[in-house]
Nanobody
Framework: QVQLVESGGGLVQAGGSLRLSCVGSGRTFSSYTIGWFRQAPGKEREFVAA????????YYADSVKGRFTISRDNAKKTVYLQMNNLKPEDTAVYYC????????????????WGQGTQVTVSS
């Protein structure tokens, strides 16, 4: 079992940057693919980025490609989401999640979720 805790959210102006962290617990953390999802008010949860367990592969939604970078440090059981050039449409609650699947953009494939961290981008 894996417990996940996100941090790093906040209020930032458009064009600014934030780095989110997802700290995991459990001895098998390094064997999970970790994904970031976000959910804006009135919208469905959407995939943002994912990093496979070995960090050998990373995946991004088209809407964040070139602006967001996912990375992980398995020794620290932490996955990061560096978000640059933020836009108002990036405003959402951001969640990290863990799956035993190699890669998935579907939230139903993820077994463990954090509580979320709010990101608000002002124009």
């Amino acid at each position: 079992q894996v417990q996940l805790v996100e941090s790093g959210g906040g209020l930032v102006q458009a064009g600014g940057s934030l780095r989110l962290s997802c700290v995991g617990s459990g001895r098998t953390f390094s064997s999970y693919t970790i994904g970031w999802f976000r959910q804006a008010p009135g919208k469905e949860r959407e995939f943002v980025a994912a990093s496979t367990w070995s960090s050998s592969s990373t995946y991004y939604a088209d809407s964040v490609k070139g602006r967001f970078t996912i990375s992980r440090d398995n020794a620290k059981k932490t996955v990061y989401l560096q978000m640059n050039n933020l836009k108002p449409e990036d405003t959402a609650v951001y969640y990290c999640a863990a799956t035993t699947a190699y890669y998935s953009t579907t939230s139903n494939s993820y077994d463990y979720w954090g509580q979320g961290t709010q990101v608000t981008v002002s124009s």
